[in-house]
Structures are given as structure tokens and as C-alpha cells.
């Protein structure tokens, strides 16, 4: 089992930044990648951005320029640094887990979710 525990969301203005962190604890050391995805209100949950093993990666092509994940091993932490936020920004922010344990042949592949952080942005 992994646990993820989110903060950093809240009420911010157009233009404004915020910086969530991810904070992993249990079974880490299986951990293959680490993200974060947001959900808005009437719409899917759509990818943010992702650490396949690095320690940076650029985010999707919605956030660029704004938004950067990077993530530091030996706290076991995630972090989506958010600038420039505008109002469609306003979502519920998750972090996410995968991990991959087992056999090479077989790997038992496992998604883990933190509880959603809000992030809302007004004009």
C-alpha cells in the first residue's frame, strides 16, 4: 500500500501561483512514477503532469509554460509548482501513484490516489 497526502491548493487570484505538495509514505520504494491530475467540475479527470522516474518532465500541453512537476526521491514528495493561473485552472487536484512490483514477467502494476486538493482560481 501507498499513502499520498496532498496541500497547497486553496483561493487564488488570475495570474497568481501556487505550489501543491505530494507527500508519499508506505510501500515507496515500488514507486514507478508519480503525478498529478485535476478534475473540474462536469468534466474528466484529465493528466497535469508525471515523473516517469525523473526528476523533471515537461507538463501536458494545457499547463506549459506555467506549470512545472518535480520531484524529490528522497523525501518521497512531489511537487507541481502552478504560475500564471487562470480561472480554468479551477479543478480538484490528485495526486497519483503507480508502482510496479513483482516479477519482470509478471509485474503487479497498482494506482494509488490522494484525496484531491482545490485549487480555485478567480478573476
Known amino acids: 500500500q501507498v499513502q499520498l497526502v496532498e496541500s497547497g491548493g486553496g483561493l487564488v487570484q488570475t495570474g497568481g501561483s501556487l505550489r501543491l505538495t505530494c507527500e508519499a509514505s508506505?510501500?515507496?520504494?515500488?514507486?514507478?512514477?508519480m503525478g498529478w491530475y485535476r478534475q473540474a467540475p462536469g468534466k474528466e479527470r484529465e493528466l497535469v503532469a508525471t515523473t516517469p522516474g525523473r526528476e523533471y518532465i515537461k507538463p501536458v500541453d494545457s499547463v506549459k509554460g506555467r506549470f512545472t512537476i518535480f520531484r524529490d526521491n528522497a523525501k518521497n514528495t512531489v511537487y507541481l509548482q502552478m504560475n500564471s493561473l487562470k480561472p480554468e485552472d479551477t479543478a480538484v487536484y490528485y495526486c497519483?501513484?503507480?508502482?510496479?512490483?513483482?516479477?519482470?514477467?509478471?509485474?503487479?502494476?497498482?494506482?494509488?490516489w490522494g484525496q484531491g486538493t482545490q485549487v480555485t482560481v478567480f478573476s
Open positions: 508506505g510501500r515507496t520504494r515500488y514507486i514507478s512514477a
Open positions: 497519483h501513484a503507480h508502482t510496479s512490483s513483482g516479477p519482470i514477467e509478471a509485474p503487479l502494476e497498482l494506482d494509488y
